[in-house]
């Protein structure tokens, strides 16, 4: 069910964040792409919370939540825990949900189902266990493979784990085992110091083109996986699965650049706007730059001659909108950031 964000209240003592809300008897794009087009981040969809706790916590990370209440009227129509510790999504936490590689920072339970009730602990992780992430299910939990091959979920938080960012030396030196689902890390992979700033590297991807291909080729390759994806419904919630069936603005950015390219990036538009990309004058902005509109509101990919192909801006899938001079876009372009 769509639903509009009315007022959010946070209330310290309880760290309970309550959305009152208002049902939405139509297509959010249908009622707002006019006037506010897919930058519309006060409409969310109760069957995806996972895309509301996103929302909030972008938006809220300096209130120490434990609980996101949805309201509708006086019903309760979500109520989602979050970590004790407040749930607080900052840079560090932030570069977490990004990372292709886990290390346990203190024990923790990996899980049959991505849920923090019901009998179904798989084991219990030791400090110091490294965990391969085979996706990020939502904000709160990473589906991930043990050293032994055993599949299961463990929480995001960062009191639990950590990223592990290995260097092209260390891979070369000491290649992670195969894996049940049958991926082996590689034994060596080029050097990658020249990332941009909020970019890491899934060795375990295999981008179309690799890390020292030329410029031409990384955007050809970017283009190439950002075409195959026009007419992709918009569906909102931060999870790169989704890219099978949906995407938003930010998600499908993030995908683009990780099955073009090897990127991992944080797959929030905010995050983005604020974490990702090398910032460039907007006059200088090349085809394959990651273009952010209202400060995180929206996002989108430069592919020349006043173009962009994105996701959502009022269409409602991924197809192609004008960021020329003059154009509403354009006059709403607030970041150009260079990623190759």
């Known amino acids: 069910m769509y639903i509009r964000f009315l007022r959010e209240d946070f209330d310290e003592a309880t760290g309970v964040l309550t959305i009152r809300t208002q049902e939405l008897q139509r297509n959010f794009l249908e009622e707002f792409a006019s006037d506010m087009g897919e930058s519309a981040e006060d409409v969310g969809d109760t069957d995806t919370p996972d895309g509301i706790v996103n929302y909030v916590l972008a938006k809220h990370a300096h209130h120490r939540m434990r609980t996101i209440q949805v309201l509708a009227g006086s019903a309760v129509l979500l109520s989602i825990p979050l970590m004790a510790t407040g749930g607080v999504i900052q840079k560090a936490h932030a570069a977490t949900l990004s990372a292709s590689m886990l290390s346990v ?13 019901g009998y179904d602990r798989l084991e219990q992780l030791s400090a110091g266990t490294t965990l391969r992430v085979i996706s990020l299910v939502n904000p709160t939990w990473f589906h991930v493979v043990t050293p032994d091959g055993q599949q299961g ?6 009191y639990y ?18 894996v049940s689902s049958g991926v082996v890390a590689p034994s060596s992979v080029t050097a990658v110091d020249n990332l941009p700033p909020g970019v890491s ?15 031409d080729q990384k955007f050809e390759a970017v283009l190439r996986v950002a075409k195959s994806k ?3 419904p918009y569906i909102w919630g931060h999870n790169e699965d989704r890219g099978q069936y949906g995407f938003d603005c930010s998600n499908f950015t993030e995908y683009v650049y990780h099955h073009a390219l090897g990127y991992l990036i944080s797959s929030s538009s905010r ?3 604020a974490d990702v990309g090398t910032p460039v004058p907007v006059d200088s ?21 006043g173009q962009m192909i994105e996701q959502g801006g ?13 154009s509403y876009w354009y006059n709403h372009l607030t970041a150009v950031k260079r990623m190759f």
């Open 285 to 305: 902005m090349l085809p394959g730059d990651l273009l952010i509109f209202d400060n995180g509101g929206h996002v989108g990919i430069y592919i020349g001659n």
């Open 161 to 178: 784990v950590e990223p592990v960012y290995e260097t092209a030396t260390a891979v070369a030196a000491a290649p992670v085992a195969t």
């Open 230 to 232: 026009l007419g992709t």
């Open 314 to 326: 009022g269409l409602g899938k991924v197809g192609y909108l004008r960021v020329s001079p003059g």
């Open 105 to 117: 920072k203190h024990e923790v339970y990996l899980r049959s189902q991505p849920r923090l009730w």
């Open 271 to 273: 995050v983005q706007a």
């Open 153 to 158: 979920y463990v929480v995001s938080h960062p």
């Open 201 to 215: 590297y899934d060795y375990y991807m295999s981008p179309l083109v690799s890390l020292n291909a030329t410029r």
